[in-house]
């Protein structure tokens, strides 16, 4: 599995170490335990990639939060200079009945409407993993750049508690189809996390397992709240 030392470095984290964070004395491990892990899964804008692993997630029974980790919430707009932004405390049911005035035949035909009808029904908006103090046993990031801005936020917190968070990376595309399919791969990836008898003993294994059989790089950083 890929080192994501050198991801930090382009983004001014060159003095970040994993092993400055292995090396903290902790005691609070999550062993052979009954309860489930909390996992969290990371977008851009909690609109595509997050809501579409939330909702599957969910439905398989998964204790899951869905974020994002831009300043706004970004759409596609009528031409790709003209986006359709909106703040984080912008309701799903806002965000959808603004897009139908404007152009209620290009939205439903580009999938949007769609997106926002089933984000609605999930929760009432999406949401902002810099501004969430909740505490988290996985973080799941759908693309690098959402992986460095959520470590970046992690590294400015003050440590607080001795528990460990595994902050996970999978690179996937932006558009639906691909949204369905990064669904389910984070779905099998969780459930094999979840069955682990010792989650930090073990989630480098399950991860190298699912990086050879995915083709795709996965990163993995531990974080202490």
């Not at 052979?32 to 398989?60: D, G, P, Q």
């Not at 029904?121 to 046993?137: A, G, H, W, Y």
Request: hydrophobic share 35%.
């Amino acid at each position: 599995m890929a080192n994501q030392n050198s991801s930090l470095v382009g983004n001014g984290l060159s003095n970040f170490s994993v092993g400055n964070i292995l090396s903290r004395r902790y005691t609070n491990l999550r062993g052979n335990t009954s309860s489930k892990l909390r996992f969290a899964v990371v977008c851009s804008s909690n609109m595509n990639r997050s809501m579409e692993a939330h909702s599957i997630l969910s439905k398989k029974g998964f204790n899951v939060s869905s974020f994002g980790t831009g300043t706004k919430v970004k759409l596609p707009g009528p031409a790709a200079n003209m986006p359709n932004m909106y703040s984080f405390s912008t309701t799903y049911a806002a965000i959808y009945n603004d897009l139908a005035a404007k152009d209620f035949n290009l939205y439903t035909q580009n999938g949007l409407l769609n997106m926002l009808e089933r984000n609605k029904q999930i929760k009432p908006r999406p949401e902002r993993f810099q501004e969430c103090s909740d505490t988290f046993d996985v973080v799941i990031c759908c693309e690098e750049r959402v992986f460095n801005q959520a470590m970046e936020y992690m590294i400015s917190r003050e440590i607080k508690s001795e528990h460990l968070c595994h902050i996970i990376n999978i690179d996937i595309q932006d558009n639906h189809e691909e949204a369905t399919l990064g669904a389910f791969m984070m779905c099998d990836i969780c459930r094999q996390l979840e069955i682990c008898r010792n989650l930090n003993d073990e989630v480098e294994d399950v991860l190298s397992t699912f990086e050879e059989k995915l083709k795709r790089e996965i990163l993995h950083v531990p974080f202490f709240y």
